[in-house]
């Protein structure tokens, strides 16, 4: 099983990205799939995560971030606009049987992404 995070990138703040994550070895519709970030000395944490039926995002990318998947390319990808400084960090995608927002409940991981938003 394999996933494979791209599309990070330096940004100005308030430009956009798109994130991709493309699985081998799993099929992304039985899955979550999940997006979470970590900056230098912080925690991982969530981002967005999306089931079978619905989105969820974390308070502070609401309304910025778009997460969805491509179910027939076996792709995730996770749209990001308006983005802020604070948004700068490493983004993972991750999958798993849980539909939750706790990292460590996901089983497989992508080797991460860097995102730098500049001012």
């Known amino acids: 099983v394999q996933l494979q995070a791209s599309g990070g990138g330096s940004v100005q703040a308030g430009g956009s990205l798109t994130l991709s994550c493309a699985a081998s070895?799993?099929?992304?519709?039985?899955?979550?799939t999940g997006w979470f970030r970590q900056a230098p000395g912080e925690e991982r944490e969530f981002v967005a995560r999306?089931?079978?039926?619905?989105?969820y995002y974390a308070d502070s990318v609401k309304g910025r971030f778009t997460i969805s998947r491509d179910n027939a390319k076996n792709t995730g990808c996770l749209q990001m606009r308006s983005l802020k400084l604070e948004d700068s960090a490493v983004y993972y995608c991750?999958?798993?049987?849980?539909?939750?927002?706790?990292?460590?409940?996901?089983?497989?991981w992508g080797q991460g992404t860097q995102v730098t938003v500049s001012s």
């Open positions: 999306g089931n079978w039926s619905a989105t």
């Open positions: 070895g799993l099929t992304f519709r039985n899955y979550v």
């Open positions: 991750a999958a798993g049987v849980w539909d939750t927002s706790v990292a460590r409940e996901y089983s497989y």
